[in-house]
């Protein structure tokens, strides 16, 4: 399925004067703030949809001010890198910080997430194949509300993330893997080729509303909104689904990592 991609603000790359920087010489200071501010607010909107409602987008962006002020304030010409690489680094970076300093993903439920990824991992070597949300309720012995209640919880969950606490499993093991093989560039890249192509396959074998929706959500950048009116359903139950995916996924990953 195909979904025309909207434009909107934050979704298209910054215009091109921000992606041309020399390094032959250190970034003047004020013009290069006024230059790099729609890349701040390009990186912010595109965070802004992976996690809660009440993160506002005003903390996000003036996070990323700070991370571009601390490029300025470190970057090295000689290095040969261009400033720009190096300040969209630092602007992430500054935004991961403040949401980590947020714990807006909290441990319990990092926890609870954990649980429900290794029950429908489960199911699905028992069934053969994804289960429903009938049959994980029915596995887990609670109403398929509450099964609903838990995956809205979860809001935020990534796929993976490397800038994710160490306690998880998944996210700690895809760093530490990609830790050790980029001592040799040959073992990082055959990493990164095993990891997509895991993930590929889990997503070709997602039920059909689940492989539609992370297609939109990943691929064409479309909100929750959006995908709830291509897919005709709600915004809440459209979150239920991604957080269902998501699940699945992480479990790939995890015994992708146990082998």
Known sequence: MKAKKPSREFHQPPPAACQV???????????????????????????????????????????????????????????GIKFKTYAEFRIRGAMLDYLREMDWFPRSLRQRAVNL??????????????????????????????LQKELTMLSGLSVFSLDAQSDDEVDAGIARAL?????????????????????????????EKERNLIALYYYEELTMKEIGAILTLGEP??????????????GKLRQQLQR
């Open 117 to 146: 990824q290794h029950v429908y991992s489960q199911l699905e070597v028992l069934l053969r194949r994804p289960p429903s949300e009938e049959e994980v309720a029915d596995h887990m012995d609670i109403p398929l509300e509450t």
């Open 21 to 79: 920087q020399s390094a032959a010489k250190a970034p003047d200071r004020e013009a290069t703030i006024r230059e790099y501010i729609p890349l701040v607010k390009y990186h912010a909107g595109m965070l802004k949809m992976r996690i809660p409602p009440h993160i506002e987008m005003d903390d996000l962006v003036s996070s990323g001010i700070v991370g571009l002020l601390d490029a300025l304030e470190r970057f090295d010409p000689s290095r």
């Open 179 to 207: 830790a050790e093989a980029a001592i040799d560039e040959a073992k990082e890249a055959e990493l990164l080729r095993d990891l997509k192509e895991v993930l590929g396959k889990a997503i070709d074998l997602l039920p």
């Open 237 to 250: 139950r459209i979150c239920q689904l991604h957080n269902q995916a998501v699940l699945r996924l992480r």
